[in-house]
């Protein structure tokens, strides 16, 4: 399969689900701009981080990956499972490879990405330090293959004020300058003309509860999805993307096969038809 992008980088906002388009993120605009967005992608339910990053990592539905809150705080994925996360992938098709996984929310590095998978491992306990923190991690390691940044703030911020309401605007609006600052870093270093760019929400919030998440309200379970860098589409695609279908398109733009276990598939135009 053809390899279609150098490098992935995949970053996740946590809890934004589709109201960035009501915030000004001229950072995640531009990161996008000639590529794919939609803010109709459908997360999975309970739409609850450990499920919803679960099923984005493993490219199934969380009764097949079985994670939830509690599991991934407390237990390491197993890295004999069926249902292997895309970072596993990368990893078991070129061990040399240099991947990194930063996250504000520590079950993602503990307990949803398997032990030994990432060569490189942090984890912040403000969204802020993710800046510096890539910043040093892309000073050493230039040939990095994968990396996955996670930002907490914006679900702190709904749970605390409110989904949707203007505190949590703010925040999405202050995670936006996060985003520009390491992706300024990274085009610094050369590092982002050959890499596909995956921004996404795991879930967001509001819909049975002003302050909480976890129902199968659209508020709950619509997520917005994009996806930009070398040879992606900018036209419609089939709709809606699953946040599962993450997993299948970072494997695709490495040249990787994607396991059959998966249910994730790249959406249908997502990549121009010319490099298939």
Request: negative net charge.
């Amino acid at each position: 399969m053809k390899q279609l992008a150098k490098r992935v980088i995949v970053i996740g906002l946590d809890g934004a689900g589709n109201m960035i388009d009501q915030a000004r993120t001229p950072n995640i605009e531009a990161a996008l701009s000639g590529g794919f967005i939609t803010y109709s992608a459908q997360t999975v339910l309970p739409t609850i981080s450990g499920e919803c990053w679960g099923s984005m990592f493993h490219g199934v539905k969380p009764e097949l990956h079985g994670l939830n809150n509690e599991k991934a705080e407390t237990n390491k994925y197993p890295v004999d499972s069926p249902y292997p996360s895309f970072l596993r992938i990368v990893k078991e098709a070129d061990p040399t490879a240099v991947i990194a996984s930063f996250s504000a929310w520590k079950p993602i590095n503990d307990g949803i990405i398997e032990e030994g998978v990432a060569t490189y491992v942090s984890n912040v306990y403000a969204d802020k330090h993710l800046v510096t923190e890539v910043a040093e991690f892309a000073d050493k390691h230039s040939d990095f293959k994968a990396m996955f940044i996670q930002f907490d703030g914006i679900d702190g911020a709904g749970h605390n004020f409110g989904y949707g309401s203007p505190l949590y605007l703010e925040v999405i609006e202050e995670t936006d300058g996060f985003v520009g600052s390491i992706l300024d870093t990274l085009r610094a270093k050369d590092l982002l003309e050959e890499s596909l760019i995956i921004l996404l929400a795991d879930h967001g919030g509001g819909g049975e509860d002003p302050r909480n998440h976890g129902s199968d309200h659209p508020k709950d379970a619509t997520i917005f999805w994009g996806c930009a860098g070398p040879n992606v589409s900018d036209a419609a695609v089939a709709e809606p993307v699953l946040i599962e279908d993450t997993a299948a398109v970072v494997a695709k733009a490495l040249g990787l096969e994607a396991p059959d276990a998966w249910s994730g598939k790249v959406p249908a135009g997502l990549f121009k038809e010319t490099v298939e």
